[in-house]
Structures are given as structure tokens and as C-alpha cells.
């Protein structure tokens, strides 16, 4: 393998990791003054600063990786849906509270495993990025799991509510554990993360919570794959479209 | 209400050697029941101001046109609700809770300030409301860090720290457009068109006019007239115009030397009040989407609540249980 | 519609990096001391770290009067730091 496919691949890693970060940061910062209460609010909004900062780190070095004098936004907002890299469960519309909750605690607890397992990497970018991004999932973590425990032993309402959107949400989870070609050769150079290494720290870390929240865990029968592959759900289209209409209807612009 | 050592003349007078004197007032000291309800009034409608200022900018987080610019403008809007809470929570050691002063907003009772009630329907609108309503809030928070109510100035102290910055972050964004393209120049010139006189109304109506303004000078609450506070921001606001090449929507605006200040046109009041009294371009939006939100987050809050017994109840189950055992 | 009760609220403490002691700096409502902490640090600190931060219910804060006591208070009063609400608000007020 040449030096510049291990480059390729390395460049799509990368912005893969980016465009996770980018459409979960989106989709967050749309809770801004709709959150449940004030301080709440306030925090999910953090949360989404979190990410949307992740996402400049990762799509900053995308665009050295990749060697085109692209910057970060050119990456963001000049990619259409089939070439946004990010998995499904990320790019789904942020519901309710529960829903919001429910993905956050899965996501947390697959960062905090991801990125401890990231600081390794052999590549020092990404092991410096996850190293500073470990701290804020870590904190993430706390919250999610304890708006999961609350809700679901809180009242028959809420219980109803987060159940349901586990019960929604799951199906999305299992390509969250399946590298493709390129993560498994980046892996095997020390580089990538092999995420299917993390599925059973996942599963008993998601295991916990739901029994403490009096919660089941859902059917393992269906799946929705495709997001490595920029094959998307009908959620991210929209969400792309809100978020890169200044850019496309006022192109080549400083602002 | 027990017994004080002097009657309600005598502490009324002490109270307003306080003030006088420049000495806080705080939670605790004793005070008269107009002052304190003026300034819950005062402080709560503040709040209510700071949160449903999140919408106009907020709208535009998800549409924002760099990363740097999304990232920025949630921070601010976040910072402004971080504002309302620390108003909030100064308001509530006058003994209103929360949800009180929720449920007033909800019902019309308490305002926030109107300019919220315009639409922010370009991108450049975002700038200017960071360049000018920052801007004005700044001039009118500096003076009220010299309140009389202590957690009220305490409030204002941090707020201060803070909105310097975002004002710099609305005024470099209005920068980048009007040394832009021509279509940008013309979006923030448009959008200056719509803004200049609704930001000049912040400062509410001349001060004769203004029932409330007499007793809150008395007591310090306020600390400038409302006119002397509208002449400042113009005039620090008029050379900031002039370096962007943009050109302010008063023909009646220019500089007179003999006063030392910019004379300017006068307010369309018609317009200050009907806004004021509900019939704004965007009033009653602002309010639903509130109410949407308090209304939504009601099960979460529910849920809290309803956890938080368990755990209690719990917990005295598991106490009484081991004195049993015991 | 009021709700039955409330959040709890907690008053919030900091020392910044550098301060010698915690200033109150205000409070907020939450669910637990936890997640009292866990806002503090978003709402009170823009989670600058190496801030040290303390919170408290309200409820348990006990706090003297002030030095004017003998002729400013009820020496009856002994409610805990916020004033106490004697009454309940009535109808709409003045606005500006």
C-alpha cells in the first residue's frame, strides 16, 4: 500500500470522526431555548459546544491529511449527504428529551470507550484530540446517565418516553461495532480505534444503566447500516440543508 | 410580623439613609413593600428579557455560516441565558420563586423587553442585534452595577464581564459584511434600516413620561434617566457606523457642537407603545415558543420531582428498617 | 397552573483558579446536589477549570442578621438568608 492510499484512508477516518461529531453537534445546539428548564438548557447547549469543537479539531486535520487546501468549513459545508461519513444514529432529529437522552447516554458511553482506546493511537493528532475530548465524554457520561436513571424511574410518563426511544434507537446501534476495510487496516497499524473491540464494555455499561433506570433492553432484530458508507436516512438531507444554505446561496464569502 | 424596636416611619427613614448613603440593601434588611415589589418587577422582567432574547439569535445557530460563527453565536446565546439565571436568582432572594415569575410572564403580566418582539430574518441581523442591543444593554447595565439592591448589582457586575465581548462578536460580524460584497454591504445596511430605532426604544419612553422613573431614582434602582442613557449609546454608537460606511435611518441625526452630543429624531411612540402593549411583529411568537418549551419540559420536570421522592422514601424505608433490625 | 413544588434550589459557591476563598455567586434549581454541581460549573464557571466549586440548599443555609439588628429586625426572625415572602403577589403590575 502506498504512502498515499494509507493517506486515503486515513483522510476518510478522520472526517468520518468529524461528521459524527458535526451532525450530533447540530442536531444539539437546536435544543438552544427549548430545553426542559433553564439550566438545562444551558447545559445541553455546553454539551453541543463540546461537539461542534470536536468537529473543527477532526475536520482541521482532515484537511491536512487530505492536502487540497480545503479548510474545515469547505469540509462541513461543501459536502453533500453521500459523502458525509457519519453513522445513523447521529444524524437522527434530536426528538424528545428522552430521545435526546437515550442516544446520549449510548453515544457517551461508546466515546468514553472509544476515545480511552483512541489516546493510544499511534498517530499523535488524533491521540492528542481524543485526549482532550476524553474529559468532556466523561463529563457528558455523568449527565446522560443520570437523565436516563431519573426518567426511567421517575414517573410512568417519563419512564414511557425513554423506553420508547430506546425501543427506536437501537436498531442504529450496530454499526457502531462494524469496521469497514480502511478502520481495520488503520487499526491494525495502531492507528484507528477497532470499534468492534469495544462492543462488550459497551453492552454491560448500557446493561447497567438500563437496570437501574427499571428499563429493558431492546430487540437485537432489526438494524439500519450505511452511514460509513454515506448511505443516510431521510433526516440528514434536511439537516444539511439548513445547515450549509448561508454557504450555498452565498458561495466564496468571508463572514 | 413581630416586634420591631421603631415603627414603620422610623425604619422607612433609616432605609432611606441606606440608599442615600450608598450602602447596599440586601435579602435580609428590612424594606419597603414598593421597593421590593419594583424590583422584582425590575429584575424578574430583566430576566424574561435575557431568556427570550435567546430567540432571535438562536434562530440563526443552526443556519450559521462558518463553524466559527455557530460555535460563537451559541456561546453568546447560551451566555444570555446564563444572565437570565443569575437575574432570576437574584430575584428570587426577594422571596418570588421561579415559577412564579414563570407563570407572570405566561400571562402577560411581566414583560421583557420589546425589541425582542422584531423578527430576525437575515443573517446580518444577528450581527447588528450583538453590535447595537448588546451595545445598548451595555450602557444601560453599567449604570445599574451601582444598584441599590445587592444581588441585583452583583448580577450586573458579572453580566458586564460578558457582554463587552459579545457586542465585539456582533460588531466584527457586521464588520465582515460591510467590507464585503455588495450583496453582503446591502444585508447589513438593511438590516441596520431595521434594527437603529427599535434599539433606541430600549431605553423606554422620555423620562417625564415614565410613571415608575421618579421613585426608582429615589431609591437607586435606577441611576440614570432614561434619556441620558439614550443619548449615550448614540453617541458612541454613530462613529461605529461611520467607520463601517454604513449610514444610520435618521435624517435628523448630526453632531452638535455646542452640546457636545449628537442631536437626533424623535421616537415614533406610536409604534414604542403598540409594540410595548402587545401588538408587535413578533410578540406573540416569542411568548408561544416559551410556553411551548415550559409546557414540553413538564414531564422532565415531573420526573425529577417524582425521583427525587422515591430516593427519599427509600431512604427511610432502608432507616427505619435498620432501627428495627437494631 | 403552579406546579406542586418546586426544584429545589441551591445556593452556588466558587473560588476561581487563583482566589483564596469561595464567593457566593448566585443560585440555581436542580434535581440533586450532583447535578447542582454539574450546572454550577456550565451556568456559574463557563466550565473554566480549576475552579473549586460548593453548593447548598438554600433551606440549609443558616445566616445572621446584620449589624443594624436591634433596630432593623424582628428579633423574632430567625428564617433562613432569603427574605421571606410575607405575601403573595397580587394582579398585573406596572410595567415600564
Redesign the interface.
Known sequence: MTKNSGNEHLFRYVLALGDDAMVLGQGLSDWCSRGP?L??D??LA?VALDYLGRARMFYDYAAQLEGKGRNEDDLAFFRDSREYRNYLLHELPHGDFAYTMARQLMVDIYSVEYLTALIKSSDETLSAIAQRTLKESQ?HL??SR?WVV?LGDGTEESHRRIQTAFDELWGYTHELFEPDEGEKTLAAEGIAVDCSTIKDAWDRAVNGVLAEATLTRPDEDWAVRGGRKGIHTESLGPMLAEMQYMQRAYPGLEW | ??????DAA??ER?FQQRVDDELRI?????MP?KY??NL??QIS?HAHSEVIGMQPEGCWITRAPTLHRKIVLLAKVQ?EG?HG??LY??A?????????MI?RLHN????YASIFNYPSITWADVGIIGWLVDGAAIVNQITLQRTSYG?YAR?MV?VCKEESFHQRQGYQSVMALAFGSEEQKAMAQDALDRWWWPSLMMF??HDAE???SAQSMKWKIKRESNDSLRQRFVDQTVPQAEYLGLRIPDPELKWNESRGHYDFGEIDWDEFNNV?QGNGPCNRQRLAHHVKAHEDG?WV??A??A??EKQRARAEAEASAGQHAA | ?????????YEVFVRSKRGLDHKH????????S??AL??AR??YT??SEGSSIWVVKSTDIV?S??D?A????????DKP???????V?P??????
Open positions: 428548564y439550566e438545562e444551558l447545559a455546553n463529563y455523568r449527565r443520570t431519573r | 410580623m413581630g416586634n420591631f424596636n421603631c422610623e425604619l433609616r440586601e435579602p435580609k434588611d428590612w413593600e421590593r415589589k422584582i418587577r422582567q451566555d446564563g439565571l443569575y436568582s437574584a428570587e432572594t426577594l422571596g418570588v420563586s421561579r415559577d412564579e407563570e402577560g403580566s411581566a414583560k444581588p448580577a458579572r423606554g419612553p415614565s410613571a415608575n410595548v413538564a420536570r415531573e425529577v420531582k425521583y427525587n | 397552573m403552579k406546579e406542586t413544588e418546586q426544584i429545589p434550589l455567586v448566585g443560585s440555581l434549581h436542580a434535581g440533586s450532583e447535578q454539574e450546572y456550565d451556568c463557563r466550565r445566616a442578621q446584620s443594624d436591634s433596630s432593623f429586625h424582628d428579633p423574632m426572625d438568608y432569603r427574605h421571606a415572602a410575607h405575601y403577589l394582579d398585573p403590575i406596572n410595567n415600564m
